[in-house]
């Protein structure tokens, strides 16, 4: 088991958050953020570093740009059992990343409230989020990836027994989980962008 190094960390729902990645930290994981996370991982005393400096692009576009880049997707679906791919992060500087922790945009609770517009609900539809969860859920063989803020608890304890590692069973798990909940997530925007075409 290899142990976990690198981790981004972008989340809506922060509850929990500062805790968990203050255990990352004691593992000595070097912590990868954007925008308000990373504010509240900074304001919670924690080293983060930004995903701009890795990519080398700004958040740009209000946002919606920042980790749709090689740099984050090559570090994530990089097969460590395949020397073509390690080859390949070796030439273009990617460093690989071992666990992701994402929740997404929320677009239920924003389409759930009074008067909501079209244009505000649109703005809650999460496209790097997904796009992150489903990379690292695609290689779990490899990769941990975390959606729900319940399993902080139980990730970190394993880590702690494992030497900073996740056990494979544990991976496969969280990657049904991530795409159970991405389906969900596609599910309540289709539905409510049929609704609003009548």
């Known amino acids: 088991m290899r142990p976990i190094e690198r981790a981004p960390l972008s989340v809506s729902d922060k509850h929990g958050l500062a805790e968990f990645a203050g255990g990352l930290a004691e593992l000595g994981i070097e912590i990868l953020s954007t925008g308000g996370t990373a504010r509240a991982l900074r304001e919670a005393g924690l080293a983060v570093r930004d995903v701009a400096e890795v ?18 997707h090559g570090g994530l679906l990089a097969r460590r059992d395949v020397p073509a791919h390690l080859e390949a992060c070796l030439e273009h ?3 690989l990343i071992d666990l992701v ?6 677009f239920q609770q924003t389409i759930a409230k009074p008067g909501v517009t079209l244009e505000e609900a649109i703005e809650q539809i999460d496209i790097g989020g997904p796009a992150m969860l489903r990379s690292a859920a695609k290689n779990h063989a490899a ?4 959606c729900n803020p319940a399993r902080y608890g139980s990730v970190l304890a394993e ?25 969900a997530y596609d599910q309540a925007i289709a539905a409510y962008l049929a609704g609003r075409s009548g």
Request: aromatic share 6%; hydrophobic share 45%; proline share 5%.
């Open 93 to 95: 500087g990617i460093g």
């Open 101 to 106: 922790v994402v929740n997404l945009y929320p």
């Open 159 to 183: 880590m702690r027994a494992h030497g900073g590692a996740t056990l494979r069973a544990t991976r496969l798990a969280l990657a049904c989980e991530v795409f159970a909940h991405t389906a």
């Open 143 to 146: 990769v941990t990836v975390i």
């Open 55 to 72: 990519t080398g692009f700004p958040e740009m576009m209000d946002g919606r740009i920042k980790t749709l880049h090689p740099k984050i």
